[in-house]
């Protein structure tokens, strides 16, 4: 006998928006929400649950690594903010971190991010794609350099250390 879930059935519930809540939360657990091992097909279904608005709150904060798109595109995610004002504070700051290091992060999860209240998160939301925009080859330079100059003295040792190992060009380690 089989243990593997049915992933078509869990489908179908996790995007059905009557589905209550402590089944959504069934099937997350199920899918092998936390283990580090979720497989393709589990995705889908976790993406299915993050989207519908009957998601339980407290399964909001694990939405916001790899179903962070999905959570996004939740239509009850406004009135999940006002149930819930502290998901954000309640993921891992590493969670969050690997989140925003994705270019496709929607721009209401980066603005969410960069409300945080550790310096560290809110600074490289502000810094994201999704809000600034990408820079063309011209404005890099400048824009290196702005940031650079808020470096202290031992930032400034370390980026001339990457200059001599070859990882970065040498304008960026003057």
Known sequence: MSTEPDYA?????????ATPAATL?????????GTGCVSQEGNQVMD?????????AKLA????????????????????MLECPD?????????LLRTLRRPDTPAEVVRMLAQHNRPIVAE????HVAL??????????TELRKELKVL??????KLQELHAWGLIPEWLAE
């Open 124 to 127: 490289v939301a502000r810094l």
């Open 9 to 17: 059935a869990s489908l179908t519930l996790a995007s059905d928006p």
């Open 61 to 80: 904060p694990a939405c916001l690594g790899a179903q962070a798109k999905a959570l996004a595109e939740n239509p009850a995610l406004p009135l999940l």
């Open 87 to 95: 998901i954000v504070r309640q993921s891992p700051v590493e969670r």
């Open 132 to 141: 600034e925009g990408e820079l063309s080859e011209a404005e890099v330079e």
């Open 48 to 56: 299915a649950i993050a989207r519908n608005p009957n998601l339980p």
């Open 152 to 157: 202290s003295a031992g930032g400034k040792a």
């Open 25 to 33: 939360e069934r099937l997350w657990n199920a899918m092998g929400a």
